[in-house]
């Protein structure tokens, strides 16, 4: 009994912490996570509705249990027949068409695939155990952090590159898979300029929970200006020591995993670090991007994220200083 009091206890608590920080889609700030939010809290009213509706009819059951007949209508077998078909399979039946009804008619047009030149951009978002790759127009890369000019109707093509995954930034609009072979799209679109959290939202191995990220929606100027600074070539070492680290980069399994756009690291295993410095957090919002952290990241990788594809690599504390060293000044 007391195991079960814990259990329950739990999960009311992780349904109530689960809705805190900004990835609520109950407070949607598109209108297509506004679409389904108003379902959602219809569904909601109509499900409470029927839920006291039954605890009533149990409760009174409860309470007669030891009269005959139901209140008002005695024993009469037509009229306890009627009720049972009108309850039990009427009302539900009319419902749940209506409310399947309404919902797909509803939500197919601002939440499904946008029309094909309806939207002012589009960005292409590959998922990997466990990171987002996300590529822009021109020659910009970025994992883990989107990028988009606030309201500006953005297409994101997604696909994987190994198993399912699902793309979802609850307050900008429903989830869509990321599916093996297949290419899907969903519109991004944010009301105001801001922060937004996404999640993976499909069960994809280990570090499922750690495949989250960030959808910066900022100012059209801004953005602009973001675009074109990550488009351009990484920065070039400016001190010895990161002269070191960049050496020591192209010469360790680094390079082979990732890329440095303007240098010989061509790797595509792991997110491109042409300007990892100016990401606000690493290992898909895992950690804050900070030097300490990148240092801690770099030396051991599964110690953070067990099961990443990052190996720990053997060097010494002065190796792994320089190589963070350089790719902190990558911004
Ligand atoms: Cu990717 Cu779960």
């Not at 379902?39 to 029927?50: D, G, P, Q, T």
Request: hydrophobic share 45%; glycine share 8%.
């Amino acid at each position: 009994m007391k195991r079960w009091g814990g259990a329950l206890l739990f999960a009311c608590a992780a349904l109530i912490v689960g809705g805190c920080g900004k990835q609520s889609p109950l407070s949607p700030q598109s209108p297509a996570s506004h679409d389904i939010a108003v379902l959602w809290w219809w569904m909601l009213a109509i499900a409470a509705v029927v839920f006291f509706g039954a605890a009533g009819m149990l409760l009174i059951g409860w309470v007669r249990r030891g009269s005959p007949g139901l209140p008002f209508v005695g024993s009469n077998e037509r009229v306890t027949m009627g009720l049972v078909l009108t309850f039990g399979i009427a009302i539900p039946v009319v419902v749940l068409v209506a409310l399947f009804a309404v919902a797909n008619l509803w939500l197919v047009g601002p939440t499904g695939a946008p029309a094909r030149g309806s939207t002012s951009m589009t960005i292409r978002v590959i998922g990997h155990q466990w990171f987002w790759e996300v590529r822009y127009p021109g020659t910009a890369i970025t994992a883990n952090e989107i990028h988009i000019p606030a309201r500006t109707r953005v297409q994101v093509v997604a696909t994987t590159d190994d198993v399912i995954h699902s793309f979802w930034v609850p307050q900008l609009n429903r989830k869509i898979d990321m599916i093996p072979g297949r290419t899907n799209r969903v519109l991004l679109y944010a009301d105001d300029p801001g922060v937004y959290r996404g999640q993976c939202a499909e069960f994809c191995g280990l570090e499922h929970a750690h495949m989250a990220m960030k959808v910066f929606a900022q100012p059209r100027k801004r953005f602009q200006a973001w675009l074109a600074r990550i488009g351009k070539p990484a920065a070039a070492p400016a001190s010895a020591q990161q002269r070191r680290g960049q050496r020591l980069f192209l010469s360790n399994a680094c390079a082979g995993c990732h890329t440095i756009r303007g240098t010989s690291a061509r790797g595509e295993i792991g997110p491109d670090l042409t300007h990892v410095a100016s990401r606000t957090t690493l290992a898909a919002v895992t950690m804050p991007n900070t030097a300490r952290s990148l240092r801690r990241w770099i030396t051991d990788p599964q110690h953070i994220k067990p099961g990443v594809k990052m190996p720990a690599l053997d060097l010494s504390d002065a190796d792994f200083k320089a190589i963070a060293s350089y790719l902190n000044h990558l911004r």
